[in-house]
């Protein structure tokens, strides 16, 4: 005998619409985006330190990225917003949704916010608007979000935003450098 779990609440795919919070316009990344995600993030190695990803050396680097984001813009379950300042509508950082489980409901959020803007509550507002549309609009039941441990600054972010610790575990990247990073794990349930 087979048992099956039926979930009767299907995730209502939307895609990276445009979102709006008190201070940024969350929208899909742009072509002129690029010098922006250079500057700001992807060429500064305080920014990487703590996240899956390596320097970008220069802005050819980064337009490669930003092109495949854009191209991923396409399917409806590709979730990536650039974070952009209302007041002078610079991108100054980015969030976005990973191994997302369609069945389970469930989906991986991460962010990343230009250092010359650290400790300006930006990652929580984003992080906290982000959620909403997730589980409210979309469906999502359950969230994980994970920061490096020595990153306490990000974990005080996730527990602003209503996340709870779950356990400290080892996570492997792959990509262009495969590597292990000590990771703490929080979570949102609606």
Known sequence: MHLFICNNRSLRHKGTVVLETERFVLRQFQLKDVHDVFVNWASDMDS???NAWNVHENENETNM???EWIDNY???NYYHWA???KDD?????????SNIKNRKNYCEIGYTVAKKRWNEGIATEVLIYVIEFLTIDVGFEKLHAMHDVRNMASGRVMEKAGMFFVKNQRRMFLGGQNFIMNCSVYEYKK
């Open 48 to 50: 990487a330190k703590y």
């Open 65 to 67: 990225y930003v092109s």
């Open 74 to 76: 396409k399917k409806n």
């Open 83 to 85: 974070i952009v300042d």
């Open 89 to 97: 509508e610079e991108v100054i950082g980015s969030i976005s949704v």
